[in-house]
């Protein structure tokens, strides 16, 4: 009988049916084949949005590189101590738990091209400035003058004037608007990841370009894992705050800033996924003591700063201790000339 009513139904109806079905696996499938190469699926809120085209070239952009194993990283010190240099190795095919990259000659250029980098000693002394919170400093210093009614008015209004004709001006209104805004909550966020993840990512092109020693590169990298640590109390702290300064930095329009969050999204998610690259990395995992290689090599170029005596009350409990090793390296008595700020 069954197969009598089923011999009765028009071909047309069985063809809307077939094309209904595919339409209905279409969506498992396609997770399954993302799955196979390593990518995440497209989250539902985001093919619900019709945004799977804009995640798949995301997702694909980011897949992790691994040196071995995934499962062997769960054991291996040297992973967890490149750790914070994941998300910029996401976005270079990097190998993600070995200090060497993909490419020397991209490395290389990228130094020279976004950094200015020619050299170690332009090498060591931009890691350094970092360390001290190069940009998290500014960023921070800005919020605090954006407390000042009559300080925001007076610079919007100079700013008003030059930002037809200057970048940076323009930047600079939009990074004021965010903080008055308080937009993504930025009023709260400790920007020091913003510097450190990046510092990282330097090490590891130092040693890559042979201008730090395989021991200098994992004594930063050691060093860097500590200022986190001092920063914040977990990967997910730590992420936030990363993305949020890259965004803050990248002060673009709603055009490029959807990009950005896509693809900010991918990388969060290929380290604090389900299988996420960090989610294997215990966050307080013991680190080895540094011993401030990087503070040696920025000593021999003589580019060592130490604050003043209103900076150092005002610093926080890391920046005291780095100001401590750069005074120890330079004291007055042998001749050393460090710079006061």
């Given at each position: 009988?069954?197969?009598?009513?089923?011999?009765?139904?028009?071909?047309?109806?069985?063809?809307?049916?077939?094309?209904?079905?595919?339409?209905?696996?279409?969506?498992?499938?396609?997770?399954?084949?993302?799955?196979?190469?390593?990518?995440?699926?497209?989250?539902?809120?985001?093919?619900?949005?019709?945004?799977?085209k804009e995640w798949k070239k995301a997702s694909a952009e980011h897949v992790p590189v691994v040196s071995g194993s995934r499962a062997s990283m769960t054991s291996d010190p040297h992973a967890r101590l490149l750790a914070p240099s994941f998300p910029n190795a996401l976005c270079n095919d990097n190998p993600v738990n070995v200090l060497e990259v993909a490419s020397v000659e991209d490395t290389r250029k990228m130094l020279e091209d976004s950094w200015g980098i020619m050299n170690r000693a332009d090498l060591v002394t931009r890691i350094?400035?970092?360390?001290?919170?190069?940009?998290?400093?500014?960023?921070?210093?800005?919020?605090?003058?954006?407390?000042?009614?009559?300080?925001?008015?007076?610079?919007?209004?100079?700013?008003?004037?030059?930002?037809?004709?200057?970048?940076?001006?323009?930047?600079?209104?939009?990074?004021?608007?965010?903080?008055?805004?308080?937009?993504?909550?930025?009023?709260?966020?400790?920007?020091?990841?913003?510097?450190?993840?990046?510092?990282?990512?330097?090490?590891?092109?130092?040693?890559?370009?042979?201008?730090?020693?395989?021991?200098?590169?994992?004594?930063?990298?050691?060093?860097?894992?500590?200022?986190?640590?001092?920063?914040?109390?977990?990967?997910?702290?730590?992420?936030?705050?990363?993305?949020?300064?890259?965004?803050?930095?990248?002060?673009?329009?709603?055009?490029?800033?959807?990009?950005?969050?896509?693809?900010?999204?991918?990388?969060?998610?290929?380290?604090?996924?389900?299988?996420?690259?960090?989610?294997?990395?215990?966050?307080?995992?013991?680190?080895?003591?540094?011993?401030?290689?990087?503070?040696?090599?920025?000593?021999?170029?003589?580019?060592?700063?130490?604050?003043?005596?209103?900076?150092?009350?005002?610093?926080?409990?890391?920046?005291?201790?780095?100001?401590?090793?750069?005074?120890?390296?330079?004291?007055?008595?042998?001749?050393?000339?460090?710079?006061?700020?």
């Amino acid at each position: 009988m069954i197969l009598r009513f089923l011999s009765q139904i028009p071909a047309p109806v069985w063809f809307a049916l077939g094309v209904f079905a595919l339409w209905c696996l279409h969506g498992p499938l396609d997770d399954l084949v993302a799955i196979a190469r390593g990518r995440i699926p497209t989250p539902s809120d985001l093919r619900k949005a019709g945004k799977t085209k804009e995640w798949k070239k995301a997702s694909a952009e980011h897949v992790p590189v691994v040196s071995g194993s995934r499962a062997s990283m769960t054991s291996d010190p040297h992973a967890r101590l490149l750790a914070p240099s994941f998300p910029n190795a996401l976005c270079n095919d990097n190998p993600v738990n070995v200090l060497e990259v993909a490419s020397v000659e991209d490395t290389r250029k990228m130094l020279e091209d976004s950094w200015g980098i020619m050299n170690r000693a332009d090498l060591v002394t931009r890691i350094y400035r970092l360390l001290c919170g190069d940009h998290s400093k500014g960023y921070a210093a800005l919020r605090s003058r954006c407390a000042d009614p009559e300080w925001v008015e007076r610079v919007l209004e100079d700013l008003d004037k030059t930002v037809d004709k200057s970048t940076m001006d323009v930047e600079m209104c939009w990074r004021i608007h965010r903080f008055l805004n308080n937009d993504r909550g930025i009023q709260d966020v400790e920007f020091a990841a913003w510097d450190l993840m990046r510092a990282a990512m330097l090490t590891r092109s130092g040693f890559a370009l042979g201008w730090l020693s395989e021991d200098e590169a994992w004594d930063t990298l050691a060093l860097i894992n500590h200022a986190l640590q001092m920063h914040y109390s977990s990967w997910d702290e730590a992420w936030e705050a990363y993305r949020l300064g890259r965004w803050l930095w990248a002060a673009e329009g709603p055009e490029e800033e959807a990009v950005d969050d896509m693809h900010d999204r991918a990388r969060g998610a290929y380290l604090l996924g389900k299988r996420g690259l960090w989610k294997s990395l215990p966050w307080d995992a013991p680190i080895p003591e540094s011993r401030f290689l990087l503070l040696d090599a920025v000593a021999a170029v003589g580019r060592l700063q130490v604050l003043s005596v209103s900076n150092w009350r005002k610093a926080s409990a890391w920046e005291r201790e780095l100001d401590a090793q750069a005074r120890w390296r330079t004291p007055l008595a042998m001749g050393g000339k460090p710079i006061v700020h």
